[in-house]
């Protein structure tokens, strides 16, 4: 058999027209590997051999525009060329190949998904760290990008997050705002010492929140009590709310004043 024609097609891949066979389209590394530019004469042996190489390809390339879609851990490359039934030499070979190219590079993956759980989320350094341990990279790469994490940027995207949240829950009293807000952002990753910390700094005490939880208390269980049993399931209810008894004992002081 004899390669007649190597012709470079629009998607940059390159087709081998072949005496007495079906054409092939294949990559340039394969055209290179197999030296196909100065040998034209091909057995079965070598086409055979051009074929393997050309599905090797086809599965490799695919994985780089995985790559291109967004940086990739190891883990998830790995778990991607399940997909394609290789065995642990091609897998383990791909993979080498992309990390030789800086394709696959678990601390510049680490680097770039810190800068944008910090910048485009809601995430603190615990949250990014348990996402990080989940995506099986190395301990030591963790610790070292987390321990560079600037704590006063961390304070002050906290400081804004929960100052909005704040604002927006006056619902809320002191304890149940609080208890709130430290379930949340510990969630999200933030230290609890610094969750309390900032809600100190931005809770403003509001009488008006338990006085309008008591009307409505009030209005709600008038007709069915009265007198003392009346104030006691209203104080039971302003417990179970989440006010304190100092709050509710301050309360009925005013308005037996």
Known sequence: MRVKKIKK???????????GSNDIVTYDEVILKNNLLSQKEIDEELLL????DTDYYDIYMKVIKYIQIRLRSEKEIMKYLEKFKLDEVEKNKIIEQLKQIGLINDFVFAKAYISDKLNLSNYG???IKQDL???????TIIEELIWDIDEREVYEKLYKLMEKKI???KKYSKYQLKHKLLHEF???GYQTEMINDIFEKLYVEDNNIIKKEYEKIYNKLKTKYSGNELFYKIKHKLYQ????SEEIDDLFNDIVE
């Open 9 to 19: 097609m629009k998607s940059g891949k390159y087709k081998l027209v072949i005496e």
């Open 125 to 127: 350094p615990n949250k």
């Open 186 to 188: 510990a969630n999200l």
């Open 241 to 244: 709310k989440g006010f304190s």
């Open 133 to 139: 341990a989940n995506y099986d990279i190395d301990n």
């Open 167 to 169: 604002l927006n829950n």
């Open 49 to 52: 051999k051009i074929n393997i």
